[in-house]
């Protein structure tokens, strides 16, 4: 897969574990607000660096764990199961467009995190919920940190670039 073809898919969630006898996955999306799951036609698996593989989607339910999705090919509980901790990715065509001052949350995934001095602190390669908080999982040169969405400042989508106003302590090295 090429660069280009790579950039055009959206990190949505992560795979949970195989889901009864006939090969479904639950997929935990990490933006837990949207449904746009439910009308994907394809998805991409990911492991760790390898290439994704492209799925066809059959069937897709949102419960309140996440999503249940049936793919073409995955026929059984132990096709299911291999699918474990793979990284689910759409063709960002295949997503509604965010309304006016919306941002979709997995594509703050990969942007450059700095603090309200322009310090950067790490880049965002997880989004996490705990309650009802949203939380970008940073990751810098020596540890990482979540970080509530609730302190975002500023979102540059073309440079990739968030802005946080990182209360006194937050990137401290220190656990």
């Known amino acids: 897969m090429s660069d280009a073809a790579r950039e055009q ?9 195989a889901h009864g006898v006939r090969g479904r996955i639950l997929l935990v999306p990490y933006n837990t607000r949207s449904d746009s ?17 492209r799925y066809e989607v059959t069937r897709s ?11 073409r090919g995955v026929e059984d509980r132990d096709a299911a199961a291999a699918l474990r901790g ?3 990715l759409v063709e960002r065509s295949a997503l509604p467009v965010p309304d006016e001052g919306e941002i979709d949350a997995a594509a703050l995934i990969g942007c450059c995190v700095v603090d309200a001095l322009g310090t950067e602190r790490g880049r965002v ?22 970080v509530p969405l609730a302190l975002v400042q ?4 073309v440079a990739r670039r968030i802005v946080v106003d990182a209360p006194d302590g937050l990137f401290d090295l220190e656990e």
């Open 9 to 17: 898919l959206l990190a949505v969630g992560r795979v949970a574990r």
């Open 37 to 53: 799951l439910t009308r994907v036609t394809a998805l991409w698996l990911a492991a760790g660096s390898a290439e994704p593989t």
């Open 61 to 71: 339910e949102r419960t309140p764990q996440g999503y249940l999705i049936a793919l």
């Open 86 to 88: 793979r990284e689910a």
């Open 125 to 146: 390669i997880e989004l996490e919920t705990a309650g009802l908080q949203e939380l970008l999982r940073v990751r810098g040169p020596e540890r990482e940190w979540l």
């Open 154 to 157: 500023e979102i540059d989508e």
